[in-house]
């Protein structure tokens, strides 16, 4: 009996375990490093061969896998905060207490007391670390994407990355010789935009003059930057650019083109009077000239048009007011209001339609085109009578259209005109098919019936009765040519 207590005291006293006592002064300080112990002591009980093997969660998949590791971060992000709350009105004990880091360490690393991470934290840390989260582990990106981050790409690579949309930084590009190195790859690339974006760039790091003096030998390069200056409105390195290349020609027409931007009508007019001077050519001087008269008689039309349309003493201008200002016009609009509203006005007014075509040499196809379309909006068929009659030396009078009567025809049926005015000029149609193709179109049947009677075309006269109405004058008409 005391053999047995003897061996039962030696037993106690050898143990790697220490006894429980009241007496320590930190509970739980001490039953935490003696579960710890516990769990290292665990290494002789299971076998060290589990490592091998396939290490699984509770859901059976592979621990430490994307599918799981989502799913577990998942779950402890809903019941962290609970777990914790709870762990700790519970005590050390409660393994609810400690962040969620199962992704991190399988099953048998947990009795092993090994961690599957060098970055595990230990228990001790768990419990003062309260704002650790669980993320599923990131993927290791390719090689080539660290590569994106290089500041050593040679010019041609550079294109070549820019041409795939990737971003580079070309301000490693220092010396000139890189810069212009890198403006031929871009343009050996015939990419428009990377050679715009190279452009831009050598815009702003080089001096105009070295910018300059490169391009003029680079006429691919030179073109993009001189349609990229145009677009961006940055004239005043255009015209420098312009200047330097002796372009004068088109330095004058970008010079002129500012006008567009002047709002001032008054301000406009100067302006165009100083564009004459500029190094146009032949052509172009005369244009600038005719811009410039133009906008003068505009100004002179339209003041004297708003007193007599604020006095009500034209009877044009009460019965159709204007729905805009001549200012600005072309040339085919002014024409065109002055034939609808001054269209009787003599010749040596600035408002007359004939002066108008004096000065600025409108052609007759041009003038008779206009003139008619006005006056038919009008209404005004003696004026379209007259635009058409001529005389002849012996005094006969005649029709005649610079612009063929089919096209007169479709103009006057587009402005309504009565059947009567139409059939007066279907029939000066020389072409008899067409002649017929508009009568039967506009339903001019006197034409169509003497046509057919012309052309002794007794049975396509007979099928064309049957498109008149019964007992009309056209209907009698064709059973007279019928019958004699």
Partial sequence: ???????????????????????????????????????????????????????????????GSISWSIKETASSSTSSLEGRDSGLQKGSSSYAAFPKQVSSYSLSSLFKGRNKLPSFQSLSDALSDTGVKNYAPELRRPKAEYKDYSSDWSPK????????????SLERFRSLQDKLVLLDEAVAGHDGNVITAVLIFLKRTLRREILFRELEVRQVALCHLIHFLKEAGEQKLLLDLLRFLDRTEEVALSQYREHLNIQDVEKRREFLKG??????????????????????????????????????QSEVFRKYPRKASILNMPLVTTLFYSCFYHYTEAEGTFSSPTNLKKTFKIPDKQYVLTALAARAKLRAWDDVDALFTTKNWLGYTKKKAPIGFHRVVEILQRNNAPVQVLQEYVRLVEDVEMRLNLATKYKCHDVVIETYKDLKDRIQLTAYKCKVERGSAEEEKINSILNN
């Fill in 275 to 312: 564009c004459i001077g500029l190094p146009f050519s032949a052509e172009d001087t005369s244009h600038i000239q005719d811009h410039y008269t133009l906008l003068e008689r505009q100004i002179i039309i339209e003041a004297n048009d708003r007193h007599l349309e604020t006095a009500g």
């Fill in 157 to 168: 690579d550079t294109v070549r990355r820019m041409q795939r949309g990737k971003v580079c």
């Fill in 1 to 63: 009996m005391s053999r047995a207590r003897a061996d039962e005291e030696e037993y106690w006293h050898s143990s790697k375990f220490r006894a429980f006592t009241f007496d320590d002064e930190d509970d739980e300080l001490s039953q935490l490093k003696e579960s710890k112990r516990a769990v290292n002591s665990l290494r002789d009980i299971v076998d060290d061969d589990d490592d091998d093997l396939e290490r699984v969660s509770w859901s059976g998949e592979p621990v």
